[in-house]
T-cell receptor, first 118, second 114 residues
Framework: ETGVTQTPRHLVMGMTNKKSLKCEQH?????MYWYKQSAKKPLELMFV???????ENNSVPSRFSPECPNSSHLFLHLHTLQPEDSALYLC?????????????????FGPGTRLTVL | AQSVTQLDSQVPVFEEAPVELRCNYS??????LFWYVQYPNQGLQLLLK??????LVESINGFEAEFNKSQTSFHLRKPSVHISDTAEYFC????????????FGTGTKLQVIP
């Protein structure tokens, strides 16, 4: 496989469930990102990991818990979500962490996980 | 702080007609600008970007965008669209020095009509 893959592609869960989203990048990149894409709203950056260390957490509720066990894998653990958390969750990677070299690195996106919270 | 405005949420256009997707930004610092495209059921793909140099940037599939600093715009254009261009297009901006978060617009859905 090449590029950035995400599983599952679709997920329906109740508010009391615990589930995890998985992202894997096959590009040899050092930085990975989680974004939330809701209808008619700008793409929202949730978390950034650089070399497996979290470098950005944009005031995301604690019911979302990221994990980056290595530079190729990124997880988003979900627990007691709310219906307003229903959205498309996109994972992305870039060669280096955005902006550290003074040049913005191109981010490569996965296809996303369509999450519905009932 | 920075922001991106894409005023048109949907743009229908006939095949082989020209199209312009508008993007305006605000920022207190120098910027980098991007256009991403999202085809149905896929993630975002970088279409083109402006970092420095020539204000006119082009993509391999015929799109171009021009950075206009005085008007704080980065409109995307194509002289003749194809059915395969049907997708959602996102404009994005980041500051140009050190760590700068990328801010995305709300997207414009381009619908090419046969």
């Amino acid at each position: 496989e090449t590029g950035v893959t995400q599983t599952p592609r679709h997920l329906v869960m109740g508010m009391t469930n615990k589930k995890s989203l998985k992202c894997e990048q096959h590009l040899g990149h050092n930085a990975m990102y989680w974004y939330k894409q809701s209808a008619k709203k700008p793409l929202e950056l949730m978390f950034v990991y650089s070399l497996e260390e979290r470098v950005e957490n944009n005031s995301v509720p604690s019911r979302f818990s990221p994990e980056c066990p290595n530079s190729s894998h990124l997880f988003l653990h979900l627990h007691t979500l709310q219906p307003e958390d229903s959205a498309l969750y996109l994972c992305a990677s870039s060669q280096e962490f955005l902006g550290t070299s003074g040049i913005t690195d191109t981010q490569y996106f996965g296809p996303g996980t369509r999450l519905t919270v009932l | 702080a920075q922001s991106v405005t894409q005023l048109d949420s949907q743009v229908p256009v006939f095949e082989e007609a020209p199209v312009e997707l508008r993007c305006n930004y605000s920022s207190s610092v120098s910027v980098y600008l991007f256009w991403y495209v999202q085809y149905p059921n896929q993630g975002l793909q970088l279409l083109l970007k402006y970092l420095s140099g020539s204000t006119l940037v082009e993509s391999i599939n015929g799109f171009e965008a021009e950075f206009n600093k005085s008007q704080t715009s980065f409109h995307l254009r194509k002289p003749s669209v194809h059915i395969s261009d049907t997708a959602e297009y996102f404009c994005a901006v980041s500051g140009s020095g050190g760590y700068q978060k990328v801010t995305f617009g709300t997207g414009t859905k381009l619908q090419v009509i046969p």
